[in-house]
């Protein structure tokens, strides 16, 4: 029996001196870091206070976490940054006095105006009467001039002076019936509007037969 127990024994206390060594390792490194004095856990330094120690100031919300509540009104308030107010440019004194009594407006020349609704009545005028003069003779020009062709249409322009006196004629089509269109322009043409006070050129459309 006693030679078993001697392995044993021993085995024993190396078990208890490798615990009361470790412990002691730990009671050492315990001592170097408290100074031998016991910690207070009320004392530890929070989060927050040991970053305001090292000067870094705890942002007041973790822009990497989603908001999951949903709540309206507990966003992080938002600070408007004040814009550098710019100067107002200085005004020389004829423009602060141009400013503050401003002349009246431009008023339209009467005499611009009145030669512009003559010219406005005269061109209204004169096309009523060109396209009145093309439908009297429209009978006579188809007879004359719309020979093999049923049909045509021909564009007609004339230019009246100021005293209402056709100076200039003109005469086109669509490119598909030039002899017609030949013929009627050869036809002798005379019209004659009232006085105008304005040249004016206006068109008119003959429609053959």
Same mark, same amino acid.
Not at 105 to 119: G, I, S, V
């Given at each position: 029996m006693s030679s078993a127990s001697g392995p044993t024994q021993r085995s024993r206390w190396i078990l208890l001196g490798s615990l009361a060594g470790s412990l002691t390792i730990l009671f050492v490194a315990w001592w170097s870091l408290t100074g031998g004095q016991p910690i207070d856990p009320a004392a530890a330094p929070q989060p927050g206070t040991a970053a305001s120690a090292t000067g870094i100031q705890p942002a007041p919300t973790d822009s990497a976490r989603w908001d999951r509540d949903g709540k309206a009104g507990d966003e992080p308030p938002l600070v408007a940054s004040a814009t550098p107010s710019i100067p107002a440019k200085q005004l020389d004194a004829d423009r602060e006095a141009w400013l503050?009594?401003?002349?009246?407006?431009?008023?339209? @020349?009467? %005499?611009?105006?009145? #030669?512009? =609704?003559?010219? +406005?009545? /005269?061109?209204?005028?004169?096309?009523?009467?060109?396209?009145?003069?093309?439908?009297?003779?429209?009978?006579?020009?188809?007879?004359?001039?719309?020979?093999?062709? @049923?049909? %045509?249409?021909?564009? #007609?322009? =004339?230019?009246? +002076?100021? /005293?209402?006196?056709?100076?200039?004629?003109?005469?086109?089509?669509?490119g598909t019936t030039t002899a017609v269109k030949d013929c009627v322009a050869g036809q002798p043409f005379k019209l004659s509007i009232p006085k105008t006070g304005a040249a004016v050129r206006v068109r008119g459309t003959l429609a053959l037969p």
């Open positions: 503050a009594d401003p002349p009246a407006p431009a008023q339209p @020349d009467p %005499a611009q105006q009145a #030669f512009l =609704a003559a010219r +406005d009545a /005269a061109f209204n005028d004169a096309t009523v009467a060109l396209q009145a003069a093309l439908e009297d003779r429209r009978g006579a020009l188809a007879r004359t001039c719309l020979k093999g062709v @049923d049909s %045509a249409n021909i564009f #007609f322009e =004339a230019s009246f +002076d100021e /005293a209402g006196k056709l100076i200039e004629t003109q005469v086109a089509d669509n």
